[in-house]
């Protein structure tokens, strides 16, 4: 079976930071592209960040700067690393496989929370 399981959300104060990570089974995973989104309350999902089979990275402009993502093809794992942390960024984050070429959505994990506030 397929899964994707993010980790490493969590309650931040502003300007602090947070690293998720996303593990995939049950894909090749060096053959997908990768990318996390994120939806708050009343909100619609957004991409954040995403990555291509290759390491071409593609950001939001509200985390350029701030946010990297990466990933480790021999871990089956994607990364966001999180760095100077906004309330803005609480959301539940949401880890994506999927082939660049296509308009399948993908397979999706089931979440993660992060809430910055003080």
């Known amino acids: 079976q397929v899964q994707l399981v993010e980790s490493g959300g969590g309650l931040v104060q502003p300007g602090g930071s947070l690293r998720l990570s996303c593990v995939a089974s049950g894909i090749t995973f060096s053959s997908y592209a990768m990318g996390w989104y994120r939806q708050a309350p009343g909100k619609q999902r957004e991409a954040v960040a995403t990555i291509t089979t290759s390491g071409t990275t593609n950001y939001a402009d509200s985390v350029k700067g701030r946010f990297t993502i990466s990933r480790d093809n021999a871990k089956n794992t994607e990364y966001l690393q999180m760095n100077s942390l906004k309330p803005e960024d609480t959301a539940v984050y949401s880890c994506?496989?999927?082939?660049?070429?296509?308009?399948?959505?993908?397979?999706w994990g089931q979440g993660t929370q992060v809430t910055v506030s003080s």
């Open positions: 994506n496989a999927y082939y660049s070429d296509s308009r399948w959505g993908g397979y």
